[in-house]
């Protein structure tokens, strides 16, 4: 074969290899969308209800119609001059800020010591981190509560956000997995210019781990919004109330053994939800990069 008659065959070979691109299962793909679309109208539907029925009037507030008629704004307007609804949205805010923090910035330490130290007993130890998961919550409860009490903090919010300061066990190991899946190469690079633990730890292995830290902080923010084991427990006083004890307080008096007044309590309700949903909307970008960041 000539010179000139390579690069034609080499043409002609090209042109007889016909890539075939993968074929879509038409079926299969209609199918996946239809059952998304079915489990995000099933997860959707209460929240929907929940609006509709906390704008219509007493006679209408139990049938299922999704589009109140008429709409009653005024449901809002009561409930809201009925409660200090502020106060204790702002005791939230402040409580849950505080619990998300603290459980942030210790788990984030415990972690790190974890995954980047080594030391004799370190897999026993982690494991028994973990195993403190299986203990129910209820095991430690009076304990817990007897030791607030003695140091005389057991009517504040102190209690409701200050057991962060310990860690936690899910939060511990969430993030060390992030801190494990870090580069060793940096750290070294750190200690060889001379940059202690402390500083490795703040200027580097934190700035790395962003989004695990924001997905951690808005975990436990959530919890913290949603608690209403704790606020029963410690808080006496209504001025210290937090959302969810004020909600038993607007339940106890419109709901059951009180007014029957529904559509308020649903409006309520509707108050107390609307924030973390805002919350999950901001934060919806860092829990995808967060929760699906490969560790090593």
């Known amino acids: 074969m000539s010179l000139v ?5 080499a043409t002609v070979a090209e ?10 299962n038409v079926s299969a793909r209609v199918l996946s969308v239809l059952g998304l679309v079915l489990t995000a109208a099933a997860f959707t539907y209460p929240l929907i209800w929940l609006v509709s029925a906390s704008l219509k009037d007493r006679a209408h507030v139990f049938d299922n119609a999704l589009i109140p008629d008429p709409v009653a704004f005024a449901n809002y307007v009561y409930v809201w001059e009925a409660a200090p609804l502020l106060l204790w949205i702002v005791n939230s805010v402040l409580v849950g800020l505080a619990a998300a923090a603290a459980a942030t910035l210790s788990s984030a330490v415990v972690a790190y010591g974890f995954a980047r130290f080594r030391f004799r007993g370190r897999n026993v130890m982690f494991g028994l981190v973990l195993a403190t998961m299986m203990l129910p919550s209820a095991v430690t409860m009076v304990p817990v509560y007897l030791e607030w009490h003695a140091v005389g903090l ?16 899910f939060y511990i190991f969430l993030l ?26 703040v200027r580097i ?4 781990t962003v989004p695990a830290l924001i997905v951690v902080f808005v975990f436990e923010l959530k919890a913290a919004w949603t608690d209403l084991i704790k606020p029963l427990i410690y808080l006496r006083d209504a001025d210290f109330y ?3 004890r004020g909600l038993k307080v607007i339940l106890d008096r419109f709901g059951e053994g009180g007014e029957s007044q529904w559509e308020l309590v649903l ?30």
Request: no cysteine; charged share 15%.
């Open 5 to 9: 008659e390579a690069p034609a065959a």
């Open 15 to 24: 042109k007889a290899v016909v890539v075939r691109e993968p074929r879509v």
């Open 154 to 169: 057991a009517t504040t919010q102190i209690p409701l956000w200050a057991q962060n300061l310990f860690g936690s066990a």
């Open 176 to 201: 060390r997995q992030f801190f494990l899946g870090l580069p060793g190469e940096i750290f070294d690079a750190a200690k060889v210019d001379g940059a202690g633990h402390l500083r490795t730890f």
């Open 205 to 208: 292995a934190l700035p790395l």
């Open 242 to 244: 937090t959302l969810p």
């Open 267 to 296: 409006a309520a309700s509707t108050i107390a939800t609307a924030p973390m949903i805002l919350l999950f909307l901001f934060a919806q970008r860092y829990f995808v990069r967060g929760l699906t960041t490969q560790s090593r």
